[in-house]
């Protein structure tokens, strides 16, 4: 019998096959990793469950301390839920422009919400609570649980799945965990495979993904492990979104959608190629943002 935590991981590879260049030509395959069929319904279900389960391990956290972490939301729902399969408490600081079903999901999970500014507000919020004792911060953005999550389960699964036929890699970036794990492994593999980045243009705000201020980057993040970044236009991410559902039945977020756009982008560049994107949420979490409407 599985337990909540089994479920974590090995999510489904289908054929993103109705829009696009690859439509054009047959010789060129993308294919969306569906992260949404994670427990919590994302890819952070994947760091959350590490950086809990490091923190325990490691004793870092200790009895009677509570957690909290700055989120834009799909992490504080992975979050909130595995803390509550260990009877942690858990606080979430926020962007206060967050959506009304992920400050709720949140909550149904028992965490305790705080809404800021800005993401950064919500990092320097949540760092300033640390200094004054009894939380504990796993800080998503430097904490290498992150990323081994991915180098352990999101590379090995997309490896396993193209059969070792992949040749390129996108996902949007935000704490970088994903593509940074990601990339270690299937670089590890092959090192022909290229690992492309999906950032927004200047002015785009797209919910999941970021172009941080230097002093904000994530620590993660290793710019040699991305051959090449793409920036997509808030625009262009929110029509790649309303297609994947309309054209290709898939429902997703708009972070999800700016990074179809950059596979269909990098398709129409190739003569041939395996592409393989990170659909990283469900749409059910946007609804009231008027994403669909």
Known sequence: MATLLD??????????????????????????????????????????????????????LKPGMKLIEATSGNTGIALAMIARLYSIDIELVMPANSTRERVLTMEAFGAKVILSETIEAARDYAEAQVQQGGYLMLNQFANPDNYLAHYRTTGPEIWRDTAGQITHFVSSMGTTGTIMGTSRFLKEQNSTVQIVGCQPTDGSSIPGIRKWPTEYLPKIYDAQRVDRIIEVSEADAVETTRQLANVEGIFAGMSS?????????????????????????????????????
Request: charged share 20%; net charge neutral; with cysteine.
């Open 7 to 60: 479920l974590v991981g090995n999510t489904p590879l289908v054929e993103i096959n109705r829009m696009g260049a690859n439509r054009i030509n047959p010789n060129v395959k993308i294919y969306g990793k569906l992260e949404g069929n994670n427990p919590g319904g994302s890819v952070k279900d994947r760091a959350a469950s590490s950086m809990i389960e490091g923190a325990l391990l490691r004793g870092d």
């Open 257 to 293: 959608g700016g990074s179809v756009w950059s596979a269909l982008k990098l398709a129409e560049e190739l003569e041939s190629g395996v592409i393989v994107c990170i659909i990283c949420d469900r749409g059910d979490r946007y609804l009231s943002s008027g994403l669909f409407g």
